[in-house]
């Protein structure tokens, strides 16, 4: 018999037997005879648990030294964000959540930014969380340069879009995307609409004198909510045709789109979707549903194109038609129409509510309108001069933004900002600076573009720096020739039917001093 002595000896050769890698233990075989198979198992199964346990400590190893390394060169981003932004004036970082504390006691955003510049100067950094950085510039130089160099967007509006409207190539943050597709509408949209005297059809035009008498008869009617029912009535016949006019579900349309786009905001904050949530699916359904109304009027739309075909009505017909070519791919059936449909039912009503709050508020206005010589809208100056002025003073938008995604900004006065960052211009503090308009900018006078609208329309933009309320550069609005003629004719078909009102005159008389949305009234013309 074998001693305790010599037991010990032969398991300690047994475990020295057991191969070390998996390829010895494959070599070892059957070699170690019949008689040694229940110790050759045992040793092959600590073998693998060996095996698997450094296996899976290789694998963690990995995965913890790749997970660090991105982590640290993110840091490094950070750092580096943080470095080329804190050199450009600002308020000091003392809290990230601070700065958004403060902005409702100035108002808004604007209001924040404005008291920064007075102290800051003509550029201004704002950091709205340890990766958010804001630059507000005020100085043309800058801005025109800016522009020029800045091509692409935010990417929270891009993917706000997506979620709400689905892929699109005409409102994708990177300007590459969007090029082409910008551009042939551009050509299309402003190209043939253009070259006619009018850019609203009569059918048009008498829809919504329609709307007006239904409106009026029910006494004096809300300023802003004019302003959307006549802007979805332009933009939608314009993107689908004269059967948007006569479409049943227009008004739960325009209600859901707007619902739709405001919600998404909210839901684009979550980096992934949130599944878990059950308002998410509520809000899926409701954009579902969106797409479903826009399926159904373009299927109207399609009726309405043959239907004008066989009566020889082929001019508003090949327009509508020609933009929908444009907007509707076989992988973006809805994403590019409806956000084409949001932006300008924003844009056009924006503009119409602030020209009819001057037109009610400067009378005269509305007289020296009225005696039109010539129905070509480009030719009168005086009411493009108008239109003009309305948008310098009541922007439509707050800020007009750029961010450059993947390169930093060298601009000629030694400032860098850095990739990623975002890139602003407190429009309505530029169109309202005395050192750009003079001593009155801050007054309603149309006369300040009478001798520019015909010479340089609709390109104002490339002539002042500071007139920016489409925007300037690569990325300003494609349809802003088309809105401002639409507008135009719009208001010069008004103001020869009717005298604009408003229903109960402000205490102060002061023109800038206004309520958000007056009551006014359309008065037919004797």
Not at 172 to 183: G, H, K, M, T, Y
Not at 371 to 382: E, H, R, Y
């Amino acid at each position: 018999m074998a001693s305790a002595g010599e037991g010990t000896s032969i398991g300690t050769a047994v475990e020295a037997a057991v191969p070390c890698t998996l390829l010895g233990l494959l070599l070892q075989g059957k070699s170690a005879g019949a008689s040694s198979d229940a110790v050759g198992d045992r040793s092959g199964i600590c073998f693998m648990r060996e095996y698997a346990a450094r296996a899976t400590n290789i694998v963690l190893w990995a995965v913890l030294i790749a997970v660090t390394v991105i982590l640290l060169r993110r840091l490094g981003r950070v750092v580096r964000f943080w470095a080329k932004g804190s050199r450009i004036p600002g308020p000091p970082i003392l809290s990230f959540y601070r700065h958004s504390k403060l902005i409702p006691e100035w108002g808004d955003l604007t209001g924040y930014l404005s008291k920064l510049h007075e102290i800051y100067g003509p550029i201004v950094r704002l950091w709205l969380s340890p990766t958010e950085l804001v630059v507000s510039v005020t100085d043309l130089s800058l801005i025109k340069e800016v522009l020029i160099k800045e091509e692409d967007k935010s990417p929270l509006p891009g993917r706000l879009f997506r979620l709400a409207f689905g892929d699109s190539s005409l409102f994708a943050p990177s300007f590459d995307l969007v090029q082409q597709r910008r551009e042939s509408l551009e050509i299309q949209l402003n190209g043939v609409l253009l070259g006619k005297s009018s850019s609203i059809p009569l059918k048009v035009l008498d829809c919504i004198v329609k709307k007006i008498d239904a409106f009026m008869a029910e006494g004096p009617v809300d300023c802003e909510e004019m302003s959307q029912c006549v802007a979805f009535s332009i933009i939608g016949s314009t993107l689908f045709g004269h059967s948007f006019l006569t479409w049943s579900n227009a008004d739960t349309y325009r209600e859901l789109l707007m619902r739709v786009a405001k919600d998404a905001s909210f839901w684009a904050s979550y980096n992934i979707p949130p599944i878990w949530k059950r308002g998410f699916w509520r809000y899926w359904r409701l954009c579902t549903r969106l797409k479903g109304l826009t399926r159904d009027i373009l299927v109207q739309c399609g009726r309405s194109y043959t239907s004008f075909e066989k009566t020889g009505q082929t001019s508003w017909k090949e327009t509508a038609e020609g933009i929908n070519l444009h907007l509707i791919l076989e992988d973006e059936p809805y994403g590019n129409i409806m956000g084409m449909m949001f932006h300008g039912y924003l844009k056009i009503s924006g503009l119409i509510n602030n020209i009819l709050i001057k037109l009610v508020l400067n009378p005269e206005m509305q007289e020296k309108s009225f005696w039109i010589t010539s129905f070509d809208v480009q030719k009168m100056q005086f009411l493009l001069a108008t239109v003009f002025e309305s948008a310098r003073l009541l922007p439509s938008g707050p800020l007009l933004q750029r961010c450059s995604l993947k390169h930093d900004l060298n601009l000629r006065k030694s400032l860098t900002i850095p990739a990623g960052a975002i890139f602003v211009v407190p429009v309505h503090l530029v169109q309202t600076d005395s050192t750009i308009w003079g001593k009155d900018a801050c007054q309603f006078n149309p006369l300040r573009f009478v001798s520019k609208t015909v010479m340089y329309f609709p390109s104002l933009a490339d002539v002042n720096c500071g007139f920016l309320p489409f925007g300037s550069g690569k990325r300003a609005c494609v349809g802003q020739k088309f809105a401002v003629l639409a507008i135009s004719t719009l208001l010069a078909s008004w103001i020869q039917e009717f005298q604009i009102q408003l229903h109960a005159a402000p205490e102060d008389s002061a023109l800038l001093q206004h309520p958000p949305s007056p009551k006014i009234m359309f008065v037919r013309r004797s």
